[in-house]
Nanobody, 124 residues
């Protein structure tokens, strides 16, 4: 079983950058495709970015394409989300999740494990 812990959230001005990390505690991190998701106040949780098991393939929501980069380090059991050119509409709680079954995370469906989230606030 994987336990996921996100970190790196905080308050940043519009146009700024943040790097989120998600550390996994299990021994089988490399068996999971990973994804980042977010939930803004009053809205449903949505897909942000996904990466396959070895990090060779990625997929992004249109709203973050070109601004966010997902990566992973299987030796460190960690997945990252580099967020640049942040906008106030990026304000949300960001979650990482692991998918045991899919080759590449492309949506919120079917995730196996979830972290508890980290808050990102972008001021205008």
């Amino acid at each position: 079983q994987e336990q996921l812990v996100e970190s790196g959230g905080g308050l940043v001005q519009a146009g700024g950058s943040l790097r989120l990390s998600c550390a996994a505690s299990g021994r089988t991190f490399g068996n999971y495709a990973m994804g980042w998701f977010r939930q803004a106040p009053g809205k449903e949780r949505e897909f942000v970015a996904g990466i396959n098991r070895i990090g060779g393939s990625t997929y992004y929501a249109d709203s973050v394409q070109g601004r966010f980069t997902i990566s992973r380090d299987n030796a460190k059991n960690t997945v990252y989300l580099q967020m640049n050119s942040l906008k106030p509409e990026d304000t949300a709680v960001y979650y990482c999740a692991a998918d045991r079954h899919s080759a590449l995370v492309r949506s919120i469906d079917g995730m196996t494990y979830w972290g508890k989230g980290t808050l990102v606030t972008v001021s205008s």
